[in-house]
C-alpha cells in the first residue's frame, strides 16, 4: 500500500520563533529537561533572509517530544498567550524546573514564568488538579485564592489551604 504521508510527519511538533538565540535556546532547554537532545538542523543559504551560514532552524527534543527552533528574525515575540506546562509530581521538581527556567527570566504569578528568551512556562503540581476538583466549593476557593498570592506554587502551602 502507498501512503502519501508517512505516519512519522502527520505528527505535532512546536516551532518556536528566536531572532538570533536558536542555538542558545535549544542549548538551554536540551540542558534542563532530562531525555532532551539536539538534533540535525540548517543554515541560511545564499539569497535568504539570514546571514549566509548562520542558524536558520534547529530541531531539538525535549523529554522525547519534538521541537524547532526557528531564527526567523525580530518580527514576532513570544506572550503569554501560548505557554509550555511542566506538570510536576513534587515539590522537588518544581524547584528543579522552575529555579533553572526562571533563571534570567522573570517570575509571573500563579505558577507561570517567563525565560531569559521570552517563552512562558507553567511549572504546576499535578496534585493542583485534585485539590481544585474538590467535592467541597469551600476548600476549591480556598485553594484558589492561595494560588492567586503564589509565584512559584507550594504544593504544601495549597494542600494548608484546602484544609
Known sequence: MCRLYDVAMLALSTCLWFDGQADQAVAFYTSIFPN????????????????????????????????????GGPQYHFNPAISLVINCESQ??????WDRLVDGGAPGQCGWLTDRFGL?????????????S??????ANRVMQALLKMAKLDIADLEAAAR
Open 120 to 132: 512562558s512556562w507553567q511549572i504546576v503540581p499535578t496534585r493542583l488538579g485534585e485539590l481544585m
Open 134 to 139: 474538590e467535592s467541597d466549593p469551600e476548600a
Open 36 to 71: 532532551s537532545k539536539r538534533e540535525a538542523g540548517a543554515d541560511y543559504g545564499p539569497d535568504t533572509p539570514g546571514e549566509e551560514g548562520s542558524t536558520m532552524v534547529v530541531n531539538f527534543e525535549i523529554d522525547g517530544r519534538p521541537f524547532m527552533a526557528l531564527n
Open 92 to 97: 522537588e521538581e518544581i524547584d528543579y524546573y
